[in-house]
């Protein structure tokens, strides 16, 4: 190989269109906002990866032609924001923040519709290792919700490539499911949500498998792992910030220490693979130079195949904190809070769209560039 056999850069818009979906439970709402809008922009995945709500999520868009993956979306988040129906009387911080607490606990209480239901009588009173004595909620809605929602038919048809994560109890090890790789049921979906000690685990082929988002709350690593031979351009919506201010109360260090906890490190796993990928790149051209008795080495070959790699383009969509949130942030799923996240979601993509021109130009020098067009300061995203 030399520099002559290298293809040109591509541009973002001509990738393979990637949507990565953090897991984030009610804020989730958000992530259906911005994909609406990604719609607008004729932005339209070939490939959806999520963890958690964002697998319920990424389900019904894999899971529906293109016409009706908005509808079942708002079907969705309008069915889990039934239980908390009314708005706030007051709109400053204080009295914000004293509704989210109310409808947080409301959904605590008496759970969401069609998705999860305090189990009765409490799991206390079950049978030590019965599984409901292992979860607070039974997520047997979910199911149903899923099969009316969802055409697994179309999923396993591979027209639009679906892959979710979950973590086996047993072992640890976490695990994507992926409809290139086996027949993806409403189980599957259900496993990537399965947060304890909330939700019970779901068993799929004798294994038991709990929320992908105990391990890893984003997907990105696997779809860069997964793919390295077609360029990518990535939309990754996140639900937890991993900067923040330092807290001031007892509420605060819990919202904190929540969004720490499952932000994932998006921004250091990001640059860890930006480090990689720019390392291939530099040993490409190093032996574009080497002389042909050192190319022909069976050490620089075995290097030379593994630094083979595409171009990939991630571009960040990160939902930021509001003063009157608390740790209750990710089960409020009050229908006034769902809108505002949709809403939110809107927003930020068409402001990350204002300049498309960005996707027109060619990377040039670096094989993987991230962008945060939201966030306060270039590539700077929080």
Sequence with gaps: ???????????????????????????????????????????????????????????????????????????????????????????????????????????????????????????????????????????SPLRATLERLVDFDLINSKDVRLSVGAVNVRTGNFAYFDNTKIKIGPEHIMASGALPPGFPAIEIEG??????????????????????????????????????????????AAEREKDIRFSSRTRMNTDVNKKIHNARRAWRDLFAKLPDELKNDPLAQALNEAAKENTVTVVHLIYRRKNYQTSSKDYDFSNFGMREHWSAGGRDVDCSMTHPQWLQRPQSGETMATYDLTGPGPDNPE
């Design 1 to 139: 190989m030399n520099s002559s056999d290298m293809s040109p850069p591509s541009a973002p818009a001509q990738a393979q269109r990637v949507l990565v979906l953090q897991g984030g439970g009610a804020l989730g709402a958000y992530q259906a906002g911005a994909y609406e809008a990604l719609c607008n922009h004729d932005f339209e995945p070939k490939w959806v990866a999520g963890i958690s709500i964002g697998a319920i999520n990424a389900a019904i868009i894999a899971g529906n032609p293109r016409e009706k993956r908005v509808e079942k979306l708002h079907e969705f988040w309008e069915q889990a924001s039934a239980p908390v129906p009314w708005s706030p009387l007051l709109t400053d911080d204080r009295s914000r923040a004293l509704f989210n607490e109310t409808s947080a606990a409301t959904v605590a209480a008496f759970g969401v519709p069609g998705f999860f239901m305090p189990r009765f009588p409490p799991a206390p009173f079950w049978p030590a290792g019965s599984a409901q004595s292992l979860s607070y909620y039974d997520t």
């Design 207 to 252: 294994e038991p498998y709990w929320d992908g988002g105990i391990v890893s709350n984003t997907p990105l690593d696997y779809v860069l792992d997964e793919e390295r031979i077609n360029d990518l351009l990535i939309f990754q919506v996140d639900l937890f910030s991993a900067r923040g201010p330092m807290p001031t109360s007892l509420l605060e």
